[in-house]
């Protein structure tokens, strides 16, 4: 009886785990000119998301010791949301720049904590421009970036190759929150089975994808029903390929908010 109890006991645990999946956003945008506003009416109409911001002021943090008087406002205003993290944005080209480059990146955005007055404090690092694995030669690079970011209090790391990794999988998964293994074009997406976009199932709730060039038309509802059941950790959807546009973030939302994902009935489709 006991042993039939544990089981059952077991059985509920994992039941009530739900992967939950967020919405990863490019929020390129200037935020001035309430830009950013449509991307403040979603956080705060679907407070069960989480939402994952990529903030660039300026191919990075800029030069300055803290941001415009614009991004200040603008991230405090993030920051008011409890389902919110702020990622601020750095690249590596390729894991080629010099680290002491993307650290100094790192240790402005930490600096940011300590404003005065408002809080802007970020929440991790979006590593963009980084490589697909093929290379071992360029994973001790990002392990280190990812140990300096977290050890600055930027805990959520993300590295983007925008494709999927090729080698020592395990090794660089270990080292990110998330990575995101596809950012390419809605129709390349489709067109193919989403596993194959991906490495390994294994890791799919530290999986982020990212579609661009969305037609209007698209099956938004669709893609990102099925990015549930695979259990993704992060999606979305955008209209261009310069992220400028938030015109999708409201209907994406929407679509990760539904209760109920579709069960997958065959591979490389979407069901309705």
């Known amino acids: 009886m006991f042993q039939l109890l544990s089981i059952i006991a077991t059985v509920f645990t994992l039941a009530s785990t739900v992967v939950s999946t967020g919405l990863l956003v490019p929020l390129y945008a200037w935020p001035g000119t309430n ?91 979006f590593f963009d421009e980084a490589p697909d694995g093929e290379d071992p030669n360029k994973l001790a690079y990002f392990q280190s970036l990812s140990r300096k970011s977290k050890s600055s209090n930027l805990n959520t790391v993300i590295f983007n190759p925008g494709a999927k990794i090729k080698a020592d999988v395990a090794k660089w998964f270990e080292a990110a929150d998330f990575i995101v293994e596809y950012e390419d074009t809605y129709a390349n997406w489709v067109a193919r089975d989403p596993n194959e976009h991906l490495s390994t199932s294994e890791y799919h709730g530290k999986d982020a994808v990212i579609l661009n060039q969305t037609p209007e038309d698209a099956s938004v509802e669709d893609v990102v029903r099925l990015a549930k059941d695979m259990g993704l950790g992060a999606i979305y959807l955008a209209s261009d390929d310069d992220y400028m546009n938030l015109a999708t973030v409201s209907k994406v939302a929407v679509a990760v908010a539904q209760n109920r994902s579709a069960r997958r009935r065959g591979r490389g489709r979407y069901y309705s």
Request: hydrophobic share 30%.
């Open 35 to 125: 830009a950013w506003n449509t991307i403040y009416d979603a956080i705060a109409a679907h407070p069960s998301i989480p939402f994952y911001l990529i903030i660039n002021p300026s191919s990075g943090p800029g030069n300055t010791e803290y941001p415009e008087e614009v991004f200040v406002t603008g991230i405090a205003k993030l920051n008011s949301f409890s389902n919110t993290q702020v990622l601020g944005y750095t690249y590596t080209k390729q894991g080629t720049r010099d680290s002491s480059e993307v650290e100094k990146d790192i240790a402005t955005y930490s600096k940011w904590a300590t404003y005065p007055g408002q809080n802007i404090r970020l929440s991790g690092i």
